[in-house]
């Protein structure tokens, strides 16, 4: 590794998909990890099933990996090669991708900068949610169309934020995150999640229902659950008939959490609307009504950290290598008990 610090810092190897740490980590970021660790940020690992020689020889006296999106999977034959690893700091969000049992087994502490990445993802949901309420995605396109004065008062009679309900399904970092952001605005908040209760969801500032009541009750239902076995289309036909009139549903979860086709019928019906930053298959087939509905806005899985966004995750990570570096717990620890039930 390139020269740096004292000998006692701890030895860091950067383990990502190319071009990540390009966009990851600017100048300053650099700087500061040249200063914390000991480190050759040029030479990033991208596979470690056949490393090329320089990751090899980095990755058997490396001390901890920061990796990113792209990183390659730590098999216990990786961790065979690095008998000095002890620790993993992610830049990013779910570690599901990369941290196998046999991290666990070897005892390694991991971190993530989940919570980082939750707050655009939230910042999106909420623009979503307010855009939802004016109708926004329909006017639009409506207004494109009629290119003429018209009486928009008239046709959004029953539109607006004021006193509408917001079903949020799961207080995960993001659906706490949104919850949060929600509590200027004159709205009602649901919360489903079946591993809190009532009074946990009044702390959070909002009235904890079951998923079909929260149906029922919403104008707009927002999803933040992790895709797991038991919530693969847990919003299903059934459910979205629960769904009032007029409603709104917003994913930037994960696309397995809806029925699609049903969904799709719902919206060619023009009964819902839905904004969707995340669909199954991830991009939809290119004569899907998808693209051309009215009612529906459709974006490119664009709601997490992106452009400058991904320094907070790199922060984040450095924050968490400075810990690492003196000794000290990490603040965004991964708890294998809790990733079962996380995205």
């Known amino acids: 590794m390139a020269d740096g610090p004292p000998m006692d810092r701890p030895e860091v190897l950067l383990a990502m998909g190319p071009g990540v740490a390009d966009r990851l980590l600017t100048p300053e970021h650099r700087h500061r990890l040249a200063a914390l660790v000991r480190t050759d940020p040029d030479l990033v690992a991208h596979d470690l099933t056949d490393p090329p020689p320089a990751v090899a020889t980095a990755l058997s006296t490396a001390d901890a990996l920061l990796t990113c999106w792209g990183a390659p999977v ?24 990369h941290i196998t049992d046999a991290c666990w087994e070897r005892g390694l502490t991991v971190s993530s900068a989940a919570a980082a990445n939750a707050l655009p993802v939230a910042e999106y949901a909420l623009a979503a949610i307010l855009f939802a ?43 706490r995150r949104v919850i949060a952001l929600l509590r200027p605005f004159d709205l009602r908040v649901l919360l489903y999640d079946p591993y809190i209760d009532d009074a946990g ?5 909002a009235v904890r229902m079951d998923l079909d009541q929260l149906c029922r009750a919403s104008d707009t239902v927002t999803l933040h ?29 994960r696309g397995v959490l809806v029925d699609g086709p049903a969904l799709l019928a719902e919206l060619v019906s023009g009964r819902l609307s839905a904004v969707l930053d995340v669909t199954e298959p991830e991009v939809p087939p290119a004569d899907s009504p998808l693209y051309t509905l009215p009612n529906v806005l ?3 899985h664009l709601a997490g950290s992106l452009g400058g966004e991904l320094h907070r995750l790199a922060e984040c990570a450095l ?22 039930r996380l995205a």
């Open 201 to 205: 969801a009044a702390a959070l500032g």
């Open 225 to 253: 659950a992790p895709a797991l076995p038991e919530t693969e289309g847990m919003i299903d036909a059934r459910r979205l008939a629960l769904l009032r009139d007029g409603a709104t549903l917003v994913n930037t979860a």
């Open 298 to 300: 459709l974006t490119p």
């Open 74 to 97: 730590l098999s216990a034959e990786a961790l065979a090669a690095a008998p000095r690893l002890r620790a993993v700091v992610h830049a990013a969000g779910s570690v599901r991708h």
């Open 319 to 340: 924050d968490e290598l400075e810990r690492f570096a003196t000794g000290r717990p990490f603040a965004e620890a991964v708890d294998r008990e809790a990733l079962g």
């Open 133 to 175: 309420a004016k109708r926004v995605p329909a006017v639009a396109r409506r207004y494109a169309a009629l290119r003429a004065p018209h009486d928009w008062g008239a046709e959004l009679a029953g539109a607006g934020a004021y006193r509408r309900t917001v079903g949020v399904v799961g207080a995960s970092r993001v659906g």
